[in-house]
Nanobody, 122 residues
């Protein structure tokens, strides 16, 4: 199994930046595709970004392209999400997820962290 723990969230002003981290453990971690999702109050959990096993292939939701950047650590046991030019609509709980065949849908991921809160003030 895979264990995921997010960190790095906080309260920031619009236009600011954050770097989220997801620490992963488990014997199958390096073989998993990984992604970031977010869920705002009263809304469905939505796709943010995903990254392949090598860390070179990435995908982003249209709403975050050019502002958010997903990456893996060199040892592949840490996932990052660099968030720039934050907007109030980015406020949400951010979750990292892992699955051997994960794509852009919540249902495609078997392993999830507990989430980290990102709050953007205007």
């Amino acid at each position: 199994q895979v264990q995921l723990v997010e960190s790095g969230g906080g309260l920031v002003q619009a236009g600011g930046s954050l770097r989220l981290s997801c620490a992963a453990s488990g014997r199958t971690f390096s073989a998993n595709r990984m992604g970031w999702f977010r869920q705002a109050p009263g809304k469905e959990r939505e796709f943010v970004a995903a990254i392949g096993w090598s860390g070179e292939i990435t995908r982003y939701a249209d709403s975050v392209k050019g502002r958010f950047f997903i990456s893996r650590g060199s040892a592949k046991n840490t996932l990052y999400l660099q968030i720039n030019s934050l907007k109030p609509e980015d406020t949400a709980i951010y979750y990292c997820a892992a699955d051997p065949l994960g794509g852009v849908r919540v249902s495609e991921y078997a392993y999830w962290g507990q989430g980290t809160q990102v709050t953007v003030s205007s």
